[in-house]
T-cell receptor, first 121, second 107 residues
Framework: QVQLVESGGGVVQPGRSLRLSCGAS????????LHWVRQAPGKGLEWVAV??????????GDSVRGRFTISRDNSKSTVYLQMDSLRGEDTAVYYC??????FGVGEVDYWGQGTLVTVSS | AIQMTQSPSSLSASVGDRITITCRAS??????VGWYQQKPGKAPKFLMY???TLESGVPSRFSGSGSGTDFTLTISSLQPEDFATYYC?????????FGQGTKLEIK
């Protein structure tokens, strides 16, 4: 079955960096786009970024563009989110999620359990 | 970015009721909408894609409709396990955007 396991969350000071990882199994990783979605405490879902199946195309939400970088290593079935210049408003649970469409674009179907990032001095 | 305006933000209903949640897009997005259910402390669960196609395993009491700018999620007869928060998502273009969510509570 599809499994997505995030790691790398924790407490970080404003202005610092953090890298999240998401290990995947149970599907043909190299044929699907992967997303990051976040949820601030008590708030709704916010789409953060996506990377295409081959790593060539990357898109970002308005609030993180220029500060966050998504990447992937298909040999390790892992997707990453490098978060730089962190702000208090980046505090959230970060979910890794799989695209529904193989070699295409579509909705997010499977989600990981999430990893909490807290930005605080 | 495309805005998804979801309503109502909260809803109280009873077991057996029929309820409808609405999402309106700020521009036409064909039928590129998905719906999600989220329970406290859990990751969202995928319910539906392409506005009206149920994901495998989702009960048939859930249904969706819409095209262009207006979309609805309907639960025909609420069950105790359906009380949760629901979100729509547009996947027409990047950046993807979610609705603000609808919290469905037991009356």
């Amino acid at each position: 079955q599809v499994q997505l396991v995030e790691s790398g969350g924790g407490v970080v000071q404003p202005g610092r960096s953090l890298r999240l990882s998401c290990g995947a199994s149970g599907f043909a990783f190299s044929t699907y786009s992967l997303h990051w979605v976040r949820q601030a405490p008590g708030k709704g879902l916010e789409w953060v970024a996506v990377i295409s199946y081959n790593g060539i195309n990357k898109y970002y939400g308005d609030s993180v563009r220029g500060r966050f970088t998504i990447s992937r290593d298909n040999s390790k079935s892992t997707v990453y989110l490098q978060m730089d210049s962190l702000r208090g408003e980046d505090t959230a649970v970060y979910y890794c999620a799989k695209d529904r469409a193989s070699f295409g674009v579509g909705e997010v179907d499977y989600w990981g359990q999430g990893t909490l990032v807290t930005v605080s001095s | 970015a495309i805005q998804m305006t979801q309503s109502p933000s909260s809803l109280s209903a009873s077991v057996g009721d029929r309820i409808t949640i609405t999402c309106r897009a700020s521009q036409g997005i064909r039928n590129d909408v998905g719906w999600y259910q989220q329970k406290p402390g859990k990751a969202p669960k995928f319910l539906m894609y392409s506005a009206s196609t149920l994901e495998s395993g989702v009960p048939s009491r859930f249904s969706g409709s819409g095209s262009g700018t207006d979309f609805t999620l309907t639960i025909s007869s609420l069950q105790p396990e359906d009380f949760a928060t629901y979100y729509c998502l547009q996947d027409y273009t990047y950046p993807y955007t979610f609705g603000q969510g609808t919290k469905l509570e037991i009356k």
